[in-house]
C-alpha cells in the first residue's frame, strides 16, 4: 500500500472501526475534552509521565471537572508496554480518583492505543473503568472520530500485540527506553496523511493521538507559524507606524520558534500536505501528556474546537507575555491553561463538505 493512499483493505477496516463506535451527542451546554498518550508508569524515574503528574491532575481536578466537562482519555493512557497495571494504579490513586469522579457521572470514555492494546482483552470486571476503541462526537450533523491512531497502520493487531511484549520483556528490561512512532518525521506523517485521507473521503473531522504531535485544522504547529509569518509580514508594510514595534517582536518570536520547530520535528520529505486538492481541517491531535514543559489538549464544545496547553511557569515562561496569547493563570500557582488555536465549528465543517 502506498503511504499516500488507503488501500481497499485498509478502509474497509476503518469502516467498520467508525460503525460501531459508541456515539456521543453533545448538547449545548457540553463540553468535551480530550487527552491522548499520557504513558502513567510506576512513577519511577522511567515513568515518562511523573514529571507532568501535577500538572494534569490539577488541571482536571480544578479545571475540567468543576466545570462539568466531558472526559475523552485517546489511548496509550496506561504505559503497559513497560508496567503492570497494578503498579500504575498503585502509583497514581489521585489520578485514578479524578477519573472516578467522571466515570461517576457518565462523563468519562477511555479508548485503548497500542501501548495499552491489551486492556481490550480483559474482563470489564478487571479494569478500572471500560474501555473502547474508538468514539464518535456528534453535534447536530457535525461528527468528530476520537481514534487513538494506530488503526491506520499496516501492522494488525498481532504485530502490535507482539511489539508491545518486546518492549516490555527484551528492551525495558535492557534499558532500552520507549520507541514509539513519535519519533520518526516520516511513521507521523504516514499515520496523519492516513487518518486525514479518511476524514476527508468520509466528510467527518478524525482526532487522533499516537504521534504525540499536536495538529489544528490538519496541520501541525511548524506550518500554522509558517502560515502566520507569511501574513504578518503581508501585513507589516501598511499597519500604522504605532502597531509596527509589536509586530516586528511577534515576527521575531514566531522566528525563533520556526528555527526550533524546524531543528525538532524535521521534515518527512514534504510540505505538510496530506493529498491532492485543498487541504481540509479534517485532522486533529490532541498531542500528549508527557511534553517537556507541559501537556496538550484538544475541547470541544457545540460552536467551537480548540487547541489549548498547559504548562508550568517554573519549567517555561514562553506563553506568558507573548503577543496573541492570553494565558490563564490556575488559582494562585504557576499552572497555566492557554489557548493556542480555536475555530468555529461551522466554518470547518463547511469547508469539509463544500471541498471534500
Not at 491532575?57 to 466537562?69: D, G, H, I, T, V
Not at 486533529?284 to 507541559?294: A, K, P, T, V
Request: charged residues 30%; proline residues 4%.
Amino acid at each position: 500500500m502506498k503511504t499516500d493512499s488507503l488501500s481497499p483493505r485498509l478502509l474497509r477496516r476503518l469502516d467498520r472501526l467508525y460503525a460501531r463506535a459508541p456515539i456521543v451527542r453533545l448538547g449545548a451546554d457540553d463540553r468535551l475534552a480530550v487527552f491522548s498518550d499520557l504513558h502513567l508508569g510506576d512513577g519511577g524515574r522511567d515513568d515518562d509521565f511523573a514529571a507532568n503528574a501535577r500538572l494534569y491532575q490539577e488541571a482536571l481536578s480544578r479545571y475540567y471537572s468543576p466545570r462539568r466537562f466531558l472526559l475523552a482519555l485517546n489511548g496509550d493512557i496506561e504505559e503497559l508496554a513497560r508496567f503492570p497495571l497494578a503498579a500504575i494504579a498503585t502509583r497514581w490513586l489521585g489520578i485514578y480518583a479524578c477519573w472516578q469522579e467522571f466515570a461517576g457521572r457518565g462523563a468519562l470514555f477511555k479508548l485503548a492505543g497500542n501501548h495499552d492494546l491489551s486492556l481490550l482483552r480483559r474482563r470489564a470486571a478487571d479494569l478500572p473503568f471500560p474501555v473502547g476503541e474508538s468514539l464518535r462526537v456528534e453535534i447536530g450533523e457535525k461528527r468528530f472520530w476520537l481514534f487513538h491512531g494506530h488503526q491506520v497502520s499496516r501492522l494488525d493487531w498481532v504485530f502490535q500485540t507482539l511489539g508491545a511484549l518486546l518492549l516490555r520483556w527484551v528492551l525495558h528490561p535492557l534499558g532500552i527506553g520507549n520507541y514509539t512512532v513519535a519519533r520518526s518525521s516520516r511513521k507521523r506523517f504516514n499515520v496523519e496523511q492516513r487518518a486525514y485521507r479518511y476524514g476527508r473521503s468520509r466528510r467527518i473531522a478524525t482526532c487522533i493521538g499516537h504521534t504525540h504531535r499536536p495538529l489544528f485544522e490538519s496541520l501541525p504547529r511548524l506550518d500554522a507559524v509558517k502560515i502566520e509569518i507569511e501574513s504578518l509580514v503581508r501585513r507589516y508594510p501598511e499597519a500604522p507606524a504605532e502597531e509596527k514595534p509589536a509586530l516586528g517582536q511577534r515576527l521575531a518570536r514566531l522566528k525563533r520558534e520556526h528555527v526550533e520547530l524546524q531543528r525538532r520535528e524535521g521534515r518527512p520529505g514534504r510540505e505538510g500536505l496530506y493529498g491532492e486538492g485543498p487541504l481540509l481541517p479534517c485532522l486533529f491531535n490532541s498531542g500528549c501528556g508527557i511534553g517537556s514543559n507541559g501537556v496538550t489538549a484538544v475541547e470541544i464544545d457545540v460552536r467551537r474546537v480548540r487547541l489549548v496547553y498547559w504548562f508550568d511557569r517554573r519549567r517555561s515562561e514562553k506563553y506568558i507575555a507573548a503577543e496573541g496569547y492570553e494565558p490563564e493563570r490556575l488559582g494562585d500557582g504557576d499552572f497555566y491553561r492557554v489557548v493556542l488555536k480555536e475555530e468555529d465549528l461551522d466554518y470547518i465543517f463547511t469547508r469539509i463538505n463544500l471541498l471534500g
